[in-house]
T-cell receptor, first 116, second 110 residues
């Protein structure tokens, strides 16, 4: 079974540019999450999809970040325009739906974003 | 709110040494507790978990016991190997969101 995949693995952009990150969850997983780790700090929750619906987006830092999950399969996270403080590693995770029970989340390898 | 505090690194040990990485948590409910590991160049992998008080999670020689009275989930291994060099993250899940610690970098030298 394929794991969670993320694309690209690395991205280097200039301040003010736009970047779109993609996540493909494990097939059949209704839950999809985005997290971010800024250099040396904890991994922080950004948002949670159940299928195509945003269940919780309380961790999104500001309106420069837009996440979508059209059709309830893969998800994209767009940063527009990017700022220096957006640099970090963006992780995607997925888990099966179990009626709200706490489930192990399976993480992708992350996208390393550097904004210059 | 919910949070996790884990021992800061980096930690450097000789092969076959004993490892402890401390983790304590704050949670309003009854969380599940996890240790994830990130090997160089790879993503986060689940190492072990415990879903209720006094449960012990174990995998690959690593162990951690869910201690409600001390709100702790310390990671231990009796004899580390060079291949255990990685960053270790303690995490809790009290609903649908994970809360992670800052990560502890472990380097094991031959």
């Amino acid at each position: 079974e394929a794991g969670v995949t993320q694309f690209p693995s690395h991205s280097v952009i200039e301040k003010g540019q736009t970047v779109t990150l993609r996540c493909d969850p494990i097939s059949g997983h209704d839950n999809l999450y985005w997290y971010r780790r800024v250099m040396g700090k904890e991994i922080k929750f950004l948002l949670h999809f159940v299928k195509e619906s945003k269940q919780d987006e309380s961790g999104m830092p500001n309106n420069r970040f837009l996440a979508e999950r059209t059709g309830g399969t893969y998800s994209t996270l767009k940063v527009q325009p990017a700022e220096l403080e957006d640099s970090g590693v963006y992780f995607c995770a997925s888990s099966p739906w179990r009626g709200g029970r706490q489930e192990t989340q399976y993480f992708g390898p992350g996208t390393r974003l550097l904004v210059l | 709110g919910d949070s996790v505090t884990q021992m800061e690194g980096p930690v450097t040990l000789s092969e076959e040494a004993f490892l402890t990485i401390n983790c304590t948590y704050t949670a309003t409910g009854y969380p599940s507790l996890f240790w994830y590991v990130q090997y160089p160049g790879e993503g986060l992998q689940l190492l072990l978990k415990a879903t209720k008080a006094d449960d012990k999670g174990s995998n690959k020689g690593f162990e951690a016991t869910y201690r409600k009275e001390t709100t702790s989930f310390h990671l231990e291994k009796g004899s580390v190997q060079v291949s255990d060099s990685a960053v270790y993250f303690c995490a809790l899940n009290a609903g649908n969101q994970f809360y992670f610690g800052t990560g502890t970098s472990l380097t094991v030298i031959p």
